[in-house]
């Protein structure tokens, strides 16, 4: 137990905290710096109905959220798709952070998740941007790469989703995404589970889907027709920008 004039370390007030800092200090400091100050009041709000729903972990982080709605505008992304969306968090600042005629495809096997963020996307303004479908995504993926039409349509997705299928996505989604545009694909250093020893104390779905993550990284390292960037922010993220 900590004694009178000790130091106590500053725990992360997040709900589903999942930034890779050593420092929950730092991060502390990122949020109330850099973040919140900016944080749209929707954006705000969402965050907090989410934090009360007991999967809060899937939630985007906010650090997340702002770095990707910067990204969208830097560049100039218009037509969008999500893959996994839970309640919001990342699809309200695609949708904010995109111009008037903007549209975001979203796809969750969960409608119930995301109607739990749907009024205050609705009171944000920006529902009409988004085209909501639930149901497995493969299936509509297939259909869609199926259609020549679509080839190359997409400027950015995101991909926040099952992760034992993200080898299967990338294969459809190149086709779908245009060259030059962008794919982020979300949790790549998967709460720092990639260089744990083996006999690592890891929570069941941690240790589970953890070598899909690995494979992951190892097949986008090597791609030839995608640039990549792994970042390490929230539980990592890595951009794949479509070269040919």
């Known amino acids: 137990m900590a004694t009178t004039g000790e130091a106590q370390p500053i725990k992360h007030q997040e709900s589903g905290h999942k930034s890779l800092l050593q420092s929950d200090a730092l991060y502390q400091y990122i949020l109330e710096t850099s973040v919140y100050p900016r944080e749209p009041e929707s954006m705000k709000e969402l965050r907090e109905v989410t934090a009360k ?3 809060n972990l899937m939630a985007t982080s906010p650090d997340e959220g702002q770095f990707l709605s910067l990204l969208l505008k830097l560049i100039n992304a218009k037509n969008t798709m999500e893959i996994g969306v839970y309640t919001g968090y990342s699809l309200l600042s695609t949708a904010l952070a995109l111009p008037e005629d903007g549209k975001i495809l979203a796809l969750d096997i969960n409608r119930e998740n995301y109607e739990i963020g749907l009024p205050v996307i609705e009171k944000a303004g920006v529902a009409h ?10 299936p509509l993926l297939d259909e869609m790469v199926n259609d020549v039409k679509l080839h190359g349509s997409f400027d950015f997705i995101f991909v926040d989703a099952d992760k034992d299928n993200y080898l299967n996505y990338h294969k459809r ?21 990639l260089v744990a020893p083996p006999d690592a104390p890891l929570k069941k779905y941690v240790r589970y889907y953890r070598d899909f993550v690995l494979e992951l990284n190892k097949a986008l390292a090597v791609d030839p027709r995608v640039e990549i960037c792994q970042l390490p922010v929230a539980d990592g993220i890595t951009l794949c920008r479509r070269i040919s």
């Open 53 to 55: 729903h007991p999967w």
């Open 129 to 138: 941007k988004i085209d909501f479908r639930a149901g497995p995504a493969l």
């Open 173 to 193: 989604l190149l086709d779908l995404v245009k060259i030059g545009g962008v794919i982020g694909y979300d949790n790549t250093l998967w709460s720092g589970s």
